[in-house]
T-cell receptor, first 117, second 115 residues
Framework: DQQVKQNSPSLSVQEGRISILNCDYTNSMFDYFLWYKKYPAEGPTFLISISSIKDKNEDGRFTVFLNKSAKHLSLHIVPSQPGDSAVYFCAASVYHAGGTSYGKLTFGQGTILTVHP | DGGITQSPKYLFRKEGQNVTLSCEQNLNHDAMYWYRQDPGQGLRLIYYSQIVNDFQKGDIAEGYSVSREKKESFPLTVTSAQKNPTAFYLC??????????????FGSGTRLTVV
């Protein structure tokens, strides 16, 4: 049961244009969402996050949008740069619920972003 | 310089053998996690530990075992019962379960190949 889904395995974008990575979730208990970036043979690094009480969070070139009614979030990168080429994972957490799920992250399958010069 | 160290980076194992992957952190984090990455399947949780001497099964714990005898160490043993152990294994830590919103800190991973 894939509770977090990234339906696009890959995305190719020209340098300077916008990259939009999408993520859908099914568990309505999720209340905190994160995006991670991963280069080959390295561990993922935290990029940006959003709480379910917000619908947008911005950090420099990166903006995450959350649509709770649609159970959908997206990561926008503007402008895209060749160094952004990596695998991007979205992740979700039941942050406020407590119990055994407290602190666990559920990850999507990842989207490979390629930014061409 | 604080971080998470996973060793070795590459590991080869013969079928039927147990193997232990090391994970050490000097971040003074309470919680530690083991994930497995397979192509097209993202990161799947194997085991996690929120405090010393306590750990919980994740979504795919069968064929794996862990221990948490020290706060800074969370080794993962891949046993011969694990049917498909070839994968990229990632260890992570967080300040405490309540600090997950800052994100995990991940190690650089161990690539395990069964030969």
């Amino acid at each position: 049961d894939q509770q977090v889904k990234q339906n696009s395995p890959s995305l190719s974008v020209q340098e300077g244009r916008i990259s939009i990575l999408n993520c859908d979730y099914t568990n309505s208990m999720f209340d905190y969402f994160l995006w991670y970036k991963k280069y080959p043979a390295e561990g993922p690094t935290f990029l940006i996050s959003i709480s379910s009480i917000k619908d947008k969070n911005e950090d420099g070139r990166f903006t995450v949008f959350l649509n709770k009614s649609a159970k959908h979030l997206s990561l926008h990168i503007v402008p895209s740069q060749p160094g952004d080429s990596a695998v991007y994972f979205c992740a979700a957490s039941v942050y406020h619920a407590g119990g055994t799920s407290y602190g666990k992250l559920t990850f999507g399958q990842g989207t490979i972003l390629t930014v061409h010069p | 310089d604080g971080g998470i160290t996973q060793s070795p980076k590459y590991l080869f194992r013969k079928e039927g053998q147990n193997v232990t992957l090391s994970c050490e952190q000097n971040l003074n984090h309470d919680a530690m996690y083991w994930y497995r990455q397979d192509p097209g399947q993202g990161l799947r949780l194997i085991y996690y530990s929120q405090i010393v001497n306590d750990f919980q099964k994740g979504d795919i714990a069968e064929g794996y075992s862990v221990s948490r005898e020290k706060k800074e160490s969370f080794p993962l043993t891949v046993t011969s019962a694990q049917k498909n152990p070839t994968a990229f294994y990632l260890c992570a830590s967080s300040d405490s379960p309540s600090q997950v919103y800052y994100g995990y800190t991940f190690g650089s991973g161990t690539r395990l190949t069964v030969v």
